[in-house]
T-cell receptor, first 115, second 112 residues
Framework: DAGVIQSPRHEVTEMGQEVTLRCKLI?????LFWYRQTMMRGLELLIY????????DSGMPEDRFSAKMPNASFSTLKIQPSEPRDSAVYFC?????????????FGQGTRLTVV | AQSVTQPDIHITVSEGASLELRCNYS??????LFWYVQSPGQGLQLLLK??????LVQGIKGFEAEFKRSQSSFNLRKPSVHWSDAAEYFC??????????FGDGTTLTVKP
């Protein structure tokens, strides 16, 4: 398996534009997590899904952010409109069903720069 | 609320020397604890995890960690560091590997 695949790897956009980040889960995994990493705030969990259903979105910063799982293997994180303070590296991670602390597999991240 | 403290922002060790990275946690129940490594421009990779049982946990790449409930610690160790170990290391606590609270990370520099 190729692992968790994120696209694009880098995105530079102007303030006010819509940005869509994409994530393909590992086959067979049923949990999906979106994280944001910045120097100031470290790694923050934005939202996570289980079996395509959003379970906890308390980390989503504001209404400009939205995430979807249109099917079991794919997710998007959208920012509309984008702002310079959204600049960060966004990671998605997936994990398989199981008891106990199943491992989360991270993608390589999307580095977003909003100018 | 759960939290993780990694007291050392940056550590430098010589190649071949031993390494210990500190992690202290706060969690209301029996914790699940994780150590991840992040190389520049890469995602996080799980080194090891503690769920229950033996408090000394072996991981990949020669790393181990010891869970000490009395000290609320889960320190990561390696007996002999290699130059390729230079990276950022994150300790995390939570009920699920993905839904975890991460520490701020410790950057490891390895001197030749």
């Amino acid at each position: 398996d190729a692992g968790v695949i994120q696209s694009p790897r880098h995105e530079v956009t102007e303030m006010g534009q819509e940005v869509t980040l994409r994530c393909k889960l590992i086959s067979g995994h049923n949990s999906l997590f979106w994280y944001r990493q910045t120097m100031m705030r470290g790694l923050e969990l934005l939202i996570y899904f289980n079996n395509n259903v959003p379970i906890d979105d308390s980390g989503m910063p504001e209404d400009r952010f939205s995430a979807k799982m249109p099917n079991a293997s794919f997710s998007t994180l959208k920012i509309q409109p984008s702002e310079p303070r959204d600049s960060a590296v966004y990671f998605c991670a997936s994990s398989s069903p199981g008891q106990g602390p199943t491992e989360a597999f991270f993608g390589q991240g999307t580095r977003l720069t909003v100018v | 609320a759960q939290s993780v403290t990694q007291p050392d922002i940056h550590i430098t060790v010589s190649e071949g020397a031993s390494l210990e990275l500190r992690c202290n946690y706060s969690y209301g129940a029996t914790p699940y604890l994780f150590w991840y490594v992040q190389s520049p421009g890469q995602g996080l990779q799980l080194l090891l995890k503690y769920f229950s049982g033996d408090t000394l946990v072996q991981g990949i790449k020669g790393f181990e960690a010891e869970f000490k409930r009395s000290q609320s610690s889960f320190n990561l160790r390696k007996p002999s560091v290699h130059w390729s170990d230079a990276a950022e290391y994150f300790c995390a606590v939570g009920a699920h590997a993905g839904k975890s609270t991460f520490g701020d990370g410790t950057t490891l520099t390895v001197k030749p």
